[in-house]
């Protein structure tokens, strides 16, 4: 008996799926690998061969799940990659309590009065499935279990390798420790991967773009921070400091959608650098000015060297710097005129972590550096970018004599733009593809 080969058999999975409270960092986001397990050991090639199913630990106690089916002696292997975690509700409102049931879900939307007009299209068609990972990626996750379905009733001439990983959509735990056990398991079983299959969505391109796409690898993307060291001061003394708040503001206004900064290959074009995260760093109320603050973009990059792309970073904080010193001495000259007193607008100086630590050092010593950075990692902040910006704040605050300034650091995640569309494979596959949808 087939499981999940017909439309509304894959339909109702998707809503299984779904219905998993599989939230990044949640207790069903544990929970999710074991029913993921519990589902392919429906399938009787995965009953009599169960060694093949399988769940591999992380260090935090979350886990991926494996599952290999073997065609005689193919070596030849195709992995089929996901993730099963999915992104918190937050942003779904009132409608919370039924962001994992995509019926309910769907039903509640349509019932709303001030529907885009596609949004509403696509409701009526009866085609869409509104819910919380219904297309970030448990549909994807439903296709692979079709295609094991599939390769264990002998329709393909080699291997497939299913990997689900949790932890996607925050560090990438999941997928950084799923590299090692696909070289454990290539060993193991004897194997040779051939291509990778990746079930994330495709996105549109541009608003009311009804192609198809597909991709033949994955940009690359990093996170520039930019702590921004104003001055200390008190709301008294307004002119005595500067806000860190005002500094990484002026930058967020430089950076953000910055065209400037689109990479692109061949007639794929990247999206400009979009904001995460903008904070300042103090840890109560006082009525002591935010002097450090801190902005933290998304970039993402295809064939732009670091350097250059640092570089231009720079030349963006110098630009920030230099308007936030024109808007400050308009300020002041308004101010001048008010209250007779003259007063000078502060220069910012613009440097990277880099050249931060190197002063650090040369004043500090090493020792120091490195006393600090211990201290900072024994606090176990549990995020990494948390860690990474109070590093860059502690050694800031060392040489606070270079202040104000913006430090332009990097922290985690970073992935490096890869691509396969020279390989003569997926060249035939991708003609075969088009030939049958062309409105790929």
């Not at 010593?365 to 910006?389: F, Y």
């Amino acid at each position: 008996m087939q499981n999940w080969q017909t439309k509304d058999q894959l339909k109702n999975l998707v809503k299984e799926l779904v219905n998993v409270q599989s939230m990044t960092f949640s207790p069903g986001e544990v929970y999710m690998a074991d029913f993921l397990k519990v589902k392919l050991q429906n399938l009787s090639y995965f009953n009599e061969n169960p060694e093949y199913v399988r769940l591999h630990g992380l260090e935090d106690g979350r886990k991926l799940l494996t599952a290999f089916v073997k065609n005689g002696d193919h070596k030849d292997t195709v992995i089929l990659l996901s993730h099963f975690d999915v992104v918190h509700i937050d942003d779904y409102g009132d409608l919370k309590p039924f962001a994992f049931e995509t019926d309910l879900l769907t039903d509640k939307i349509a019932d709303l009065k001030d529907l885009r007009e596609d949004v509403r299209a696509d409701i009526e068609s009866g085609e869409w499935l509104f819910g919380r990972g219904t297309m970030d990626m448990k549909a994807g996750i439903a296709l692979h279990f079709s295609l094991l379905e599939k390769a264990a009733a002998g329709h393909f001439p080699g291997n497939l390798l299913m990997i689900s990983v949790p932890d996607e959509e925050a560090n990438s735990a999941g997928m950084l420790c799923g590299v090692s056990v696909l070289n454990e398991l290539k060993e193991e079983y004897g194997i040779q991967y051939k291509a990778c299959l990746n079930g994330e969505p495709s996105f549109t391109s541009h608003p009311g773009d009804n192609h198809h796409h597909v991709y033949t690898g994955s940009i690359g993307k990093l996170l520039a921070g930019f702590l921004c060291y104003g001055k200390e001061t008190h709301v008294g003394e307004p002119f005595a400091g500067l806000s860190g708040s005002l500094m990484s503001s002026e930058v967020t206004k430089v950076l953000e959608w910055n065209t400037d900064f689109i990479d692109k290959m061949d007639d794929e074009i990247m999206p400009p650098p979009s904001n995460l995260l903008q904070k300042d760093l103090k840890d109560h109320y006082s009525v002591q000015i935010p002097h450090a603050s801190v902005t933290l973009f998304n970039v993402m990059l295809m064939k732009k060297p670091l350097q250059q792309l640092t570089d231009e970073l720079l030349s963006t904080c110098v630009t920030a710097a230099e308007d936030l010193h024109q808007f400050m001495k308009n300020r002041l000259k308004k101010y001048e005129d008010i209250s007779g007193i003259s007063v000078s607008a502060p220069e910012i100086s613009v440097l990277t972590f880099q050249q931060l630590c190197d002063y650090a050092i040369e004043k500090y010593g090493i020792s120091e550096i490195t006393r600090i950075e211990n201290e900072v990692l024994a606090k176990k902040l549990g995020d990494e970018r948390e860690t990474a910006l109070h590093f860059v704040n502690e050694i800031a605050g060392l040489c606070r004599n270079l202040a104000p300034m913006i430090v332009l650091f990097y922290a985690p995640p970073f992935y490096p733009a890869v691509h396969s569309s020279n390989s003569s494979l997926v060249q035939k596959t991708m003609a075969s593809v088009m030939e049958r949808f062309p409105t790929v």
